[in-house]
Structures are given as C-alpha cells and as structure tokens.
C-alpha cells in the first residue's frame, strides 16, 4: 500500500515540475538578423510588402496602413525603398461558408538575396490562424502580429549592444 502512494507521488511531483514556469522558460531568442547588415542603413526605417488575397474583407490597401500604423507606433518609418532587413505581411483567406471565413496570416521578416534571386525569412515568424472571425477582429490579429515582430525589430536594433 505504501509502496502504490510513493508511486503516485512520484508521478504527481513529475506532473507538477513540468507544468511548473521553471519547464516552460525559453531561452534567450538572438534577434541580430534584425539588424541592417550594413552599418550605413538607418535602423529608423523599414521596407515592409504587403499581400491581402481577393477572398479577404481586408484589402491590401487597408493592410497596407494597419501595417504602416504599427510601425508609425514604434517610430519607425515605413521606406519608400527596399531595406534589408525588410518585413513581409500576407493575409489568405479561404470562404469555406459564409459563417466560417479562415484567415492566415503570415509576419515575418527577411531579406532579398539578388545572387539567388529568391526571398530568405528568417526563422522566428508571427503568424496568426483564425477562422470565423469578424473583419474588426482580424484588423487586431494583424495589429497585434505586426507590433509584437516590431517589438523585436526595436529590442535589436534600439536596446541590445
């Protein structure tokens, strides 16, 4: 009998220390990629592409200025010319019903490699998935992943040495 309570106790301490914040800590994330690469670039301004699919409520347009108000909000300047590095936000949209509209968005940032002649992203991304969801609440989801990939941007380039 006592045998069998020492057996559970030892799966409830288990259970317990790895639902404790101890087990879910993260490392510490490194976000130099988020630094120009060239020391001439200003780090107070950034080129960012937007993309909104035909099947969305939000248009690229309306995108394009969610997007330019989270960057406007962190006081960094949207460029008129390709930065590296440079921030990609893509809304898709797939009407399966009229109540249930699926949206993904993808945040990221990345680079253009001319030697290639293909797009590189990095690794660390901001993407949001929802389904069902009113075109108000959608204008938040991107608000949100813009300004947390633009809390990022400022931490490596304004705040770590």
């Given at each position: 009998?006592?045998?069998?309570?020492?057996?559970?106790?030892?799966?409830?301490?288990?259970?317990?220390?790895?639902?404790?914040?101890?087990?879910?800590?993260?490392?510490?994330?490194?976000?130099?990629?988020?630094?120009?690469?060239?020391?001439?670039?200003?780090?107070?301004?950034?080129?960012?592409w937007t993309s909104a699919e035909?099947?969305?409520?939000?248009?690229?347009?309306?995108?394009?200025?969610?997007?330019?108000?989270?960057?406007?909000?962190?006081?960094?300047?949207?460029?008129?010319?390709?930065?590296?590095?440079?921030?990609?936000?893509?809304?898709?949209?797939?009407?399966?019903?009229?109540?249930?509209?699926?949206?993904?968005?993808?945040?990221?940032?990345?680079?253009?490699?001319?030697?290639?002649?293909?797009?590189?992203?990095?690794?660390?991304?901001?993407?949001?998935?929802?389904?069902g969801q009113k075109k108000m609440d959608i204008e938040?989801?991107?608000?949100?992943?813009?300004?947390?990939?633009?809390?990022?941007?400022?931490?490596?380039?304004?705040?770590?040495?």
């Amino acid at each position: 009998m006592f045998g069998v309570i020492l057996i559970r106790m030892k799966y409830l301490f288990t259970l317990l220390f790895l639902l404790s914040p101890f087990s879910f800590a993260e490392d510490e994330i490194s976000l130099l990629h988020l630094k120009p690469p060239n020391k001439t670039e200003d780090p107070n301004t950034l080129w960012v592409w937007t993309s909104a699919e035909s099947d969305c409520e939000i248009t690229k347009k309306q995108l394009q200025k969610i997007v330019e108000g989270s960057l406007i909000r962190s006081r960094i300047k949207p460029a008129d010319e390709y930065t590296d590095p440079s921030l990609s936000v893509q809304l898709k949209c797939m009407n399966v019903s009229t109540f249930n509209p699926i949206f993904d968005l993808t945040t990221r940032f990345g680079y253009f490699d001319f030697a290639r002649d293909s797009s590189v992203f990095f690794g660390r991304q901001y993407n949001k998935l929802g389904m069902g969801q009113k075109k108000m609440d959608i204008e938040t989801v991107i608000k949100d992943s813009v300004d947390e990939a633009m809390e990022d941007y400022i931490r490596a380039n304004f705040l770590v040495d």
